[in-house]
């Protein structure tokens, strides 16, 4: 079963587990110039222009976490991919899978802008930049 989580509630779980591994599934434009979470690890779902599907995905988690039962926290723009990730991993034999909900940048406001209602950066969890 893949939790929903929201960025402070992911924050908190990873604060109590020291196995947690965050995976931020972004692309790598996304990743190095819109910021990222503190300690995150980047293996891309998908990778633009052609959005393709990353074919090397679960080898690279498995590289990243010690064991499938450790906690895998999947995090995105919006929350969209990192669940089909999470689904992925799933599939793989992964057991606890968080799939946090907002991504890092948030839902659209009215004005289609991201990080102005919700996500990571807005929640004002640790986050850097390059």
Same mark, same amino acid.
């Given at each position: 079963?893949? &939790?929903?989580?929201? +960025?402070?509630?992911?924050? &908190? ?16 434009? &996304? ?10 690890? =980047?293996? +891309?779902?998908?990778?633009? +222009? %052609?959005?393709?599907?990353? +074919? ?12 499938? !039962?450790?906690?895998? @926290? ?6 969209? /991919? $990192?669940? $089909?990730?999470? %689904? ?7 057991? =606890? @899978?968080?799939?946090?909900?907002? !991504?890092? %940048? *948030? ?5 289609? =802008? /991201?990080?102005? @209602?919700? *996500?990571? /950066? ?9």
């Amino acid at each position: 079963m893949i &939790e929903n989580l929201t +960025p402070q509630q992911s924050w &908190e779980l990873m604060q109590a587990n020291p196995d947690a591994v965050l995976i931020d599934v972004r692309t790598k434009v &996304e990743h190095d110039f819109v910021g990222r979470p503190l300690n995150a690890v =980047h293996v +891309p779902w998908k990778e633009a +222009p %052609e959005w393709q599907l990353n +074919p090397d995905f679960i080898a690279q988690v498995r590289q990243a976490v010690n064991d499938t !039962g450790s906690p895998v @926290l999947l995090l995105c723009r919006s929350g969209a /991919r $990192s669940l $089909s990730a999470a %689904e992925a991993l799933q599939q793989a034999g992964f057991t =606890h @899978l968080v799939n946090i909900l907002q !991504g890092f %940048e *948030g839902d659209l406001d009215d004005n289609k =802008h /991201r990080g102005n @209602l919700s *996500g990571w /950066r807005y929640a004002q969890l640790p986050w850097e930049q390059s």
